[in-house]
C-alpha cells in the first residue's frame, strides 16, 4: 500500500523518535547524574514559558466565561456558569493550551539550540571532553520539560480560573468564596487525576520531540531552523494524540 | 622513535560513499605531521576516526597503543584525556562564557581538582593564547581569530599529548592565519606535544609540518618532509604546492 509521502515521513518521524525516546531511558539510569545541569534546565524550561502561559491562561478564562455565559442564560442555568468553566479548563482547556504554548515555546528554542549544537560540532567538542552529550543535553532537557509543565498547567489553571472569575462577575456578582466552592465541590478525583498525568505525558513529548529534532538535525543554518519548526509542529500533532488516546482509556477505566 | 599513533589500512565507508580506503600514517613522539587534501577527501573523517566521534569499519587504528574502535566508554573518555581536538568550526560553547568554556573539560575528566587550580590553569592557558582579558566573555563577543585563540586554549588545558588540529588557519585572513601557524608552533615547542594538522595553508604546512601525508583516493597517496613533496614532479602533488 502506497501511503502519501507527508503521511508516511510522520510514521517514519514517530518510530524513530520513538527508539530515541527508548534510549533516554537507557541512558537516563546510567551513573553522572547531571544534576546541576537538570536544575538549571529545569528553572529555563520552566522559568522562560511562565509569563505566555499565565497571559494566554488569563484571557483563555475570560473568554471562555464570557462566550458560555449566553448560552447558559438561554436554558436559566446562568447559576452554573463557574461549574461549566471550571470543568472544562482544569479537563481540558488548561492542561491542552498550556501544553500547546509549550510546544511552541520550548520545543522550537530546544530544537534550535541542540540543532545549531549539532551544526557546529558542540555535541562533538562535548564527546571529546568526558561528557556524554546524550546524557548532558538530551536527558537533561526532557527530564526538566517532563518535570516543568505539570507545574505549569497547575498554574496556568489557577490564573485560568481567576480570569474565569473576572468574566463571571462582569455580568453578575459572586463571591470569590462562593465561586470556588462551586467548582470544587462539583470537581471529582476523576476529573483532576487523568487531566494531571496527561501533562506528564504531553511534557515528555515536547522534550524528546525538540531534542530529538535538534540532536539529528542536518548540516548548515537551514537544517537549524528546519528542525526547530518540525519539532513545534510534530510535538504539538502529538499533544492531541496523546489528549485523544488519554480520554480513551480513562473512559474504559470508568473516570469519565 | 617509539610512535604515538599507528593507522594502518584504515578503512571507513558512508553508504556506497568510500571515504577511507586502506588508508596507513603514523605519528611519532613529538613529531608534526600534516595532512593534505582535497575538500570532501575525507581528512576530518579521518581525525573523528582518531578520537573515537566515527567508528572505521576495518583497519588497525592504534593511540598510546591502544586500539581505539574496541575500547569501551571509560578507556575511550581516558585516552581521549590525552588528545587534544581542535575543531574546524572551533566549537566553543556559545552558551558559555570564556571561563566556563575552558573549564569545561578539566570538570569533566578530571573530578576531583581544586577551584584554585582550575583558576591557574585557565589564566595560564589564557596567558598562553595572548587573549587573558577575555575571560568573562561570550563566543559571540570575540573576533574570528580570538575563537581560534581561545578554542585552541581549550584544547591546550588538559595538557594533551598529541593534538589534532582540523583546518586551523581555514577562514582566516592570511595575517591571522599566520599568528595562528604561529602560535601552534610554539605551543608545539612549549608542551612537546605530537600533532596531526590537517591545513591546505602553505604558510602554516612549511611552518608546522615535520613530515607531510597526501590522502587521495581513499589512501595515502604520499609521504614526505614538505622540500620532498615541493620537488616532487608528479602533477597530483605539485598541485598542492602551486
Ligand atoms: N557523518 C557523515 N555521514 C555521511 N557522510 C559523511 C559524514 N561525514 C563525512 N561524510 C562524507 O565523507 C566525505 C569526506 O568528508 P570530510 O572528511 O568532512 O572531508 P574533508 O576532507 O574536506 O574534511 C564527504 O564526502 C562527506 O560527505
Ligand atoms: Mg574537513
Known amino acids: 500500500m502506497l501511503l502519501p509521502t507527508k503521511f508516511r515521513r510522520f510514521l517514519e518521524d514517530t518510530g524513530l523518535i520513538t527508539r530515541f525516546a527508548g534510549h533516554y531511558f537507557s541512558q537516563g539510569v546510567k551513573p553522572r547524574l547531571e544534576l546541576a545541569e537538570l536544575i538549571r534546565q529545569c528553572y529555563i524550561i520552566g522559568y522562560s514559558s511562565l509569563g505566555l502561559v499565565a497571559l494566554t491562561g488569563f484571557i483563555m478564562g475570560l473568554v471562555l466565561t464570557m462566550q458560555l455565559r449566553p448560552a447558559l442564560v438561554n436554558y436559566g442555568v446562568a447559576s452554573q456558569l463557574p461549574v461549566m468553566v471550571g470543568i472544562a479548563i482544569v479537563r481540558e482547556i488548561g492542561p491542552v493550551i498550556t501544553a ?18 549539532k551544526v557546529t560540532e558542540q555535541i562533538d567538542a562535548m564527546e571529546v571532553s568526558g561528557t556524554n552529550p546524550f546524557k548532558y543535553l538530551v536527558v ?41 466552592r462551586q467548582i470544587l465541590d462539583n470537581l471529582s478525583f476523576g476529573d483532576v487525576l487523568p487531566a494531571f498525568i496527561k501533562t506528564w505525558f504531553f511534557g515528555f513529548a515536547v522534550g524528546v520531540v525538540g531534542c530529538y529534532k535538534g540532536y539529528t538535525s542536518s548540516k548548515g543554518t537551514e537544517g537549524v531552523g528546519r528542525a526547530a519548526n518540525s ?17 480513551q482509556v480513562t473512559d474504559v477505566m470508568g473516570l469519565n | 622513535m617509539e610512535n604515538v599513533i599507528v593507522i594502518e589500512h584504515l578503512c571507513k565507508r558512508f553508504g556506497s560513499n568510500i571515504v577511507l580506503d586502506e588508508f596507513s600514517l603514523t605519528v611519532g613522539k613529538e613529531e608534526n605531521v600534516v595532512v593534505m587534501g582535497k575538500s570532501g577527501a575525507g581528512k576530518s573523517v579521518l581525525i573523528k576516526c582518531i578520537i573515537g566521534l566515527l567508528k572505521p569499519d576495518s583497519g588497525k587504528l ?39 568554556n575552558l573549564e569545561f573539560p578539566l570538570r569533566r575528566h578530571w573530578i576531583r581538582i581544586t577551584q584554585k587550580e582550575v583558576d591557574d590553569m585557565v589564566t595560564e592557558v589564557l596567558e598562553n593564547v595572548g587573549l587573558a582579558e577575555t575571560v568573562d566573555k561570550l563566543p559571540e563577543e570575540l573576533s574570528g581569530g580570538m575563537r581560534k585563540r581561545i ?56 611552518l608546522t609540518a615535520d613530515k607531510v601525508s597526501l590522502l587521495m583516493g581513499g589512501r595515502c597517496y604520499a609521504e614526505g618532509t614538505y622540500t620532498q613533496l615541493e620537488q616532487s614532479t608528479d602533477p597530483k602533488i605539485k598541485q598542492f604546492f602551486e
Open chain 1, 140 to 180: 537533561t532537557r526532557v527530564a526538566a520539560s517532563t518535570l516543568m509543565l505539570p507545574i505549569l498547567v497547575l498554574v496556568g489553571d489557577a490564573i485560568s480560573l481567576g480570569g474565569a472569575f473576572i468574566g463571571v462577575n462582569i455580568k453578575g456578582v459572586t463571591s470569590l468564596h462562593l465561586f470556588f
Open chain 2, 151 to 206: 578554542a585552541l586554549a581549550r584544547t591546550l588545558i588538559l595538557k594533551p599529548e598529541i593534538i589534532l588540529y582540523d583546518e586551523p588557519t581555514t577562514g582566516l585572513d592570511p595575517v591571522t592565519g599566520r599568528e595562528i601557524s604561529q602560535l601552534i608552533v610554539e605551543m608545539q615547542k612549549k608542551y612537546h606535544t605530537a600533532s596531526i594538522i590537517i591545513s591546505h595553508d602553505m604558510h602554516c604546512v612549511k
Open chain 2, 62 to 100: 592504534l593511540v598510546f597503543d591502544q586500539n581505539i574502535p574496541e575500547l569501551d566508554h571509560e578507556e575511550l573518555d581516558r585516552v581521549r584525556a590525552r588528545v587534544g581536538f581542535l575543531f574546524q568550526s572551533n566549537a566553543l560553547y556559545d552558551s558559555m562564557t570564556v571561563r566556563k
Open chain 1, 100 to 117: 500547546l504554548i509549550f510546544a511552541g515555546k520550548i520545543a522550537s528554542s530546544v530544537g534550535a539550540e541542540l540543532g545549531s549544537m
Open chain 1, 231 to 247: 519539532a513545534v509542529v510534530l510535538s504539538s500533532i502529538l499533544i492531541f494524540i496523546i489528549d485523544l488516546i488519554v480520554v
